[in-house]
């Protein structure tokens, strides 16, 4: 039997939002998986057959099916990053993608609520495009360890060590940081966004290893921030070198927030988005996608053909996201994300100035 939207308040009935946020969220009471959900949810359980074992899709499928009617009640859009997982990625997204691709995606929704499956910058980014929006995240502590390691007094004491000097800010910061800074970028449109600005010297943060990348592509003069992503600096050019000795027809496609030896032994650098079009446009034998693990499962799922190498680095904030929560979170309408106007103004202008650049 389906449950509504109300009956399904009942069944969760628990502390929410701020205080099961204090408490800690309790688990989710298992959903039955009945042979009308098997049956609304076989076409679904298609796409990921190859990498979803039968014997855990009763533990997704509730969920799936539930959210997904959940979802077109509260006229909801569910916004995921390609790090979801791939019951997440391909059974209840609407729109997956890269950090800029969910942004631009952001302005064009018609819906009233947007969930943002994926770390809280993403969310906030999400609501600065849409103020009169409900946005909400599944789990508020989804965090980043980019956007943590700068705040907005950072900001302006960097500008007054250089005055004048323009400052591009990578979406992984808070809205905070966003609104003391000129211009946003993401890993795809880093160096455009840099030369955009027709300056000698760019201030880029908070990412290290991202302008260092970028300094590699262009003549402006990068001061970094010295922040870095968890995932993506425990990598080492020594274990990709093994795995290229171990098979010299391996490809290696990397995330720009490696470290710089790590990207020396890349064939490709770009965006997860750009990396997923190479995979599909190139259709390697072997590949090491050089990345958050989930990344290769989702593209997997869709190109059979290709054998993934998977030093498997999870990213924690992103896999707080789980069916269970999104579930929750469209059931109680929280958690919903604030931004204090004062700062949404300011921040919008940087985020809105980076989508506006003609690529
Ligand atoms: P992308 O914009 O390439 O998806 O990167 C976001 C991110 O957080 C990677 O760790
Ligand atoms: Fe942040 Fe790294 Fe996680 Fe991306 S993978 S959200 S940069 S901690």
């Given at each position: 039997?389906?449950?509504?939207a109300?009956?399904?308040?009942g069944?969760l ?6 205080a ?5 969220r309790?688990?989710m ?6 042979d009308?959900i098997?049956r609304a ?10 990498i979803?074992?039968?014997v855990?899709?009763p ?14 009640e509260?006229?909801a ?11 997440i990625?391909?059974?209840v ?7 800029l ?16 499956c994926g ?11 849409n ?12 965090g980043c ?17 250089y005055?004048?000097?323009p400052?591009v ?9 966003k609104?003391e ?9 880093a ?6 600005l027709g ?5 880029f ?19 970094a921030?010295k922040g870095?992503?968890?995932v ?9 070198r ?7 027809s391996i ?6 927030e ?20 190479w995979?599909?446009?190139e ?29 498997c680095?999870?990213c924690?904030?992103m896999?707080?996201?789980t ?6 979170s ?11 106007p004062a ?15 003609k690529?």
């Open positions: 039997m389906t449950r509504t109300a009956e399904l308040r069944t009935a628990r502390p929410r939002g701020e099961a946020r204090r408490h800690g309790l688990p009471p298992p959903l039955a998986y009945t009308e098997a949810t076989a076409p679904l359980y298609a796409r990921v057959a190859t979803i074992p039968p855990e899709w533990f997704h499928a509730p969920y799936v099916h539930a959210i997904n009617q959940l979802k077109a509260r006229n859009v569910i916004l995921a990053h390609n790090y979801m997982t791939p019951e990625f391909h059974c997204a609407d729109v997956v993608g890269d950090s691709q969910l942004a631009i995606e952001a302005t064009k929704t018609d819906a009233e609520v947007i969930v943002q770390v809280h910058f993403m969310a906030e980014t999400s609501k600065l495009l103020p009169d929006k409900t946005v909400l995240i599944p789990d508020m502590d989804a360890s980019l956007a943590a390691s700068i705040t907005g007094a950072d900001v302006r004491a960097l500008r007054e060590a005055p004048g000097v400052v800010a990578y979406v992984n910061t808070s809205a905070d940081v609104a800074v000129d211009i946003c970028c993401t890993s795809s449109n160096v455009q966004v840099v030369e955009s300056a000698p010297r760019v201030i943060l908070p990412d290290e290893y991202l302008a260092k990348y970028v300094q590699t592509q262009t003549d402006v003069e990068i001061i921030w870095h992503c968890e993506h600096e425990r990598f080492t050019g020594a274990e990709l093994a795995y290229r000795e171990a098979d010299p490809r290696i496609i990397a995330h720009p490696c470290p710089p030896d790590v990207l020396a032994e890349a064939d490709f650098t770009g965006s997860t988005a750009r990396m997923i079009d995979v599909k446009r259709h390697p034998a072997r590949v090491v996608m050089v990345t958050e693990c989930s990344m290769a499962d989702n593209v997997a799922a869709e190109t059979p053909d290709v054998k993934f190498v998977r030093p680095n999870l924690p904030h896999k707080r996201i069916l269970p929560k999104i579930l929750d469209l059931v109680s309408m929280t958690e919903e994300v604030v931004i204090d700062i949404a103004a300011r921040a919008r202008r940087s985020v809105e100035r980076m989508i506006n650049l690529s």
